[in-house]
């Protein structure tokens, strides 16, 4: 059996003024989580390794990051923040270089004016994660994807990942244009998208997996068993569902899938995107 990876999680020392866009609704999650916390999780759920992604925007909090990763061989990778949108790209990225699980960048383009991603600036350093092989992860609501598909077509050759299925209005059971620019995105061959993040967009204290459903079945049509990643979005999900609650869900909508189907999107996917270590 192929290793489990959760391809998306956090960590993060909580405070009220560095991660403000934890509002009150999401009282559950104000608080700190670390290494120690996430290893009973990808326990109790049977995942072996996990790939951790940046949640503020400061080269400070890859640092962090990379020696949370160091502690421990499960998690695999860390997807961190480049101020990619500046000068300063260059000299943010050179001391990542060395570290093998230093895997790519990933910017909070969901909070950022239309037009932040085809900047001038913004390409100069994003071509630079493409010189160094490294993945993008993209970051945005839904309304988003149209500026997102002019953006891989100006990148043919970097690696694309698009977090959370960019965030479709699953409480407001709305599919369409999201499902029609998803899969107009899908064509791109450079771009997989991650099955994370999906259960805060829905209703979060009634949804049930029928309600999931749907979105599910737009990402499988729209990518394929190739190029789809489970992750969880822990400990965001937490408002929502617990973590085991998550995996059972996706181990369920994919019961029927083939055993090889099944191993490549929970970890062989991600093993290959990120070119994680395999022993």
Known sequence: MAKRIDAHHHLWRYTREEFDWIGDKMAEVRRD??????VPELDRAAVDAAIAVQAR????????????????DRIAAVVGWLPLDTPGTAAALQPFLASPKFRG?????QGQPQGFLLRPAFQQGLSMLTDAGLVYEILIYADQLAEVVELVDRHPHQTFVLDHAAKPHIAAETLQPWREQLGQLAMRSNVACKLSGLVTEADWRNWTP????PYLDACVESFGPDRLMAGSDWPVCLVATDYLRWWQTLDAYFASFSSDEKDRIFGENATRLYQLATT
């Not at 960048?105 to 383009?109: F, L, Q, T």
């Not at 029928?210 to 459903?213: A, E, F, P, Q």
Request: include cysteine; hydrophobic fraction near 45%; proline fraction near 0%.
């Open 105 to 109: 960048a990933r910017e909070i383009a």
């Open 33 to 38: 989580f670390l290494v120690q916390d996430l």
């Open 210 to 213: 029928n309600d999931l459903r």
């Open 57 to 72: 925007r400061t080269v400070q909090e890859t640092e962090w990051l990379l020696k949370c990763a160091a502690q421990t």
